[in-house]
Nanobody, 119 residues
């Protein structure tokens, strides 16, 4: 059983940067595919990025970078050139399989962290 805890969200102006962290416990972290999803008010939860292998949604390519440190059981999401459209609750998710791009494919979820980008 894997537990995930996100941190690093906050309020930032458009064009700014934030780094989200997802700390995992309770499992063999390096065997899991980990993803970041986000959900804006009134919208469905959508995929942002996945590792391993690495995959990005078109809306964040070139601006966001996902990385992982298996020694620290942590996955990061570096978000640069933030836009108001990036405002959402960001969730970390994990699955014990290969690349997944859909919400139902992920077994484990964190509680989410709010990212707000002001214009």
């Amino acid at each position: 059983q894997v537990q995930l805890v996100e941190s690093g969200g906050g309020l930032v102006q458009a064009g700014g940067s934030l780094r989200l962290s997802c700390a995992a416990s309770g499992g063999t972290f390096n065997i899991y595919t980990v993803a970041w999803f986000r959900q804006a008010p009134g919208k469905e939860r959508e995929l942002v990025a996945v590792i391993t292998p690495t995959y990005y949604a078109d809306s964040v390519k070139g601006r966001f970078t996902i990385s992982r440190d298996n020694a620290k059981n942590t996955v990061y999401l570096q978000m640069n050139s933030l836009e108001p459209e990036d405002t959402a609750v960001y969730y970390c998710a994990a699955r014990s399989g290969l690349l997944g791009t859909r919400v139902p494919q992920y077994n484990y979820w964190g509680q989410g962290t709010q990212v707000t980008v002001s214009s």
